[in-house]
């Protein structure tokens, strides 16, 4: 038998496995009831409207429908018919006062059962457990899920109430939403926070700003669900039309920071991220990865 009919035969084995492998991992991880890839993005009293607007034009670029939801929304439906929950840039004191005890729970639910969490500026705010704004502690009741104190503004980086661009450096190569960006990247910083997650906090720290080396970008489980939480405003594409709002268009991102948001929600979706058969992230990779291994 010639080695062409040999390598012929190899690959229709390996095709044949490959397609098992794909249904045994379909049929092993069927989705979650009642949800779909629609992300929920808060718009009420206290958000601003040009994060809205460009997280909004953020996740329908990442083929996602979004659905704007208020406080009343969470705190009397729930998020049973979501798979994302976006909090944006805002006043994060607002967002304590409007969403109820009952929809804090619906929130934490939510992300515990499965769902996604990301929090941008005023969003990673209002995940933390304490919350301390120009040197005081504010006296509210955040969701909590991020065991930590989310503290701002930086004057460091732009004395309130200013803003401008910051660096932030990548601090972990190794991070499937990270380990493919570049060491460095450019984001529009407009009263973010440091978060300081708790000393026994099971959080991966993924970015911190480059002036005072403080995090601003981490991803952690809760439950069976993930956060990403980040102090910068990374929806704003501050040299582009295509987020919608005309906000900081003076300044140079250095380029986009979506396709990184893109992978921070693939990772929180628990969805595969690169070429599937290389990434080794879900079982259908690893089995596949597995089975390469023993057949090179």
């Given at each position: 038998m010639g080695k062409s009919m040999k390598?012929?035969?190899?690959?229709?084995?390996?095709?044949?496995?490959?397609?098992?492998?794909?249904?045994?991992?379909?049929?092993?991880?069927?989705?979650?009831?009642?949800?779909?890839?629609?992300a929920a993005l808060y718009s009420d009293v206290g958000t601003w409207e040009?994060?809205?607007?460009?997280?909004?034009?953020?996740?329908?670029?990442?083929?996602?429908?979004?659905?704007?939801v208020n406080a009343d929304h969470i705190n009397n439906n729930g998020l049973d018919d979501f798979s994302i929950l976006c909090i944006p840039g805002g006043n994060m004191y607002q967002y304590v006062q409007d969403i109820s005890s009952r929809g804090m729970e619906n929130i934490k639910n939510f992300i515990g059962n499965g769902g996604s969490y990301i929090g941008i500026c005023a969003g990673a705010y209002f995940a933390s457990e304490k919350v301390v704004w120009r040197g005081n502690q504010l006296p509210m009741r955040p969701l909590g899920v991020f065991p930590s104190t989310a503290e701002g503004p930086i004057n460091e980086i732009a004395p309130y109430p200013n803003y401008t661009m910051c660096k932030v450096n990548i601090v972990d190569s190794a991070h499937p939403i990270t380990q493919s960006?570049?060491?460095?990247?450019?984001?529009?910083?407009?009263?973010?926070?440091?978060?300081?997650?708790?000393?026994?906090?099971?959080?991966?720290?993924?970015?911190?700003?480059d002036r005072g080396n403080q995090?601003?970008?981490?991803?952690?489980?809760?439950?069976?669900?993930?956060?990403?939480?980040?102090?910068?405003?990374?929806?704003?594409?501050?040299?582009?039309?295509?987020d919608g709002v005309a906000f900081a268009d003076e300044s140079d991102d250095h380029g986009s920071d979506w396709e990184l948001m893109r992978k921070a929600v693939l990772w929180s979706l628990k969805k595969c991220m690169h070429a599937w058969f290389k990434c080794g992230h879900t079982t259908a990779c690893r089995r596949v990865k597995a089975f390469m291994a023993k057949s090179t």
């Open positions: 390598w012929l035969i190899l690959l229709c084995v390996f095709l044949s496995l490959l397609f098992i492998i794909i249904l045994l991992s379909i049929s092993h991880n069927p989705p979650p009831p009642n949800k779909t890839a629609v040009e994060s809205v607007q460009a997280a909004e034009k953020m996740f329908q670029w990442m083929n996602y429908t979004v659905e704007l960006e570049p060491d460095s990247a450019w984001m529009l910083y407009y009263w973010g926070p440091v978060l300081i997650p708790n000393k026994d906090a099971n959080i991966t720290i993924l970015g911190r700003y995090p601003t970008m981490l991803a952690f489980d809760y439950g069976l669900g993930r956060a990403f939480l980040i102090g910068t405003h990374s929806e704003i594409e501050e040299d582009s039309e295509r």
